[in-house]
């Protein structure tokens, strides 16, 4: 069983920082594929980043590359994003997501688990 708690949303101003938080409830949290997914408003659901657990690469979506930064504490069980120089168009319900796959997991029917998303929103 996994469970996904995302946190860290909020209301911030264009050109601000978010860190979001994902709280992973899972045996062997490092052997997993984690990812970000966000859902804009009238949108589907799209990819944001993903971290595979074989290597710790990284891998962006255009629109996320030199922004955001995704990265996790095997540890303590926890994944992050670290957004930066927020626009109004990254106002979304963010979405985390794991997976047992390897390799660079962008599409959503990679991902068997999910989390229920925080929202954020960029205010222009």
């Known amino acids: 069983q996994v469970q996904l708690v995302e946190s860290g949303g909020g209301l911030v101003q264009a050109g601000g920082s978010l860190r979001l938080s994902c709280a992973a409830s899972?045996?062997?949290?490092?052997?997993?594929?984690m990812g970000w997914f966000r859902q804009r408003p009238g949108k589907e659901r799209e990819f944001v980043a993903t971290m595979a657990w074989t290597n710790g690469e990284t891998y962006y979506a255009d629109s996320a590359k030199g922004r955001f930064t995704v990265s996790r504490h095997n540890a303590n069980n926890m994944l992050y994003l670290q957004m930066n120089t927020l626009k109004p168009e990254d106002t979304a319900v963010y979405y985390c997501a794991a997976s047992r796959a390897t390799g660079q997991l962008t599409i959503r029917s990679d991902y068997p688990y999910w989390g229920q998303g925080t929202q954020v929103t960029v205010s222009s």
């Open positions: 899972v045996r062997a949290f490092s052997t997993y594929t």
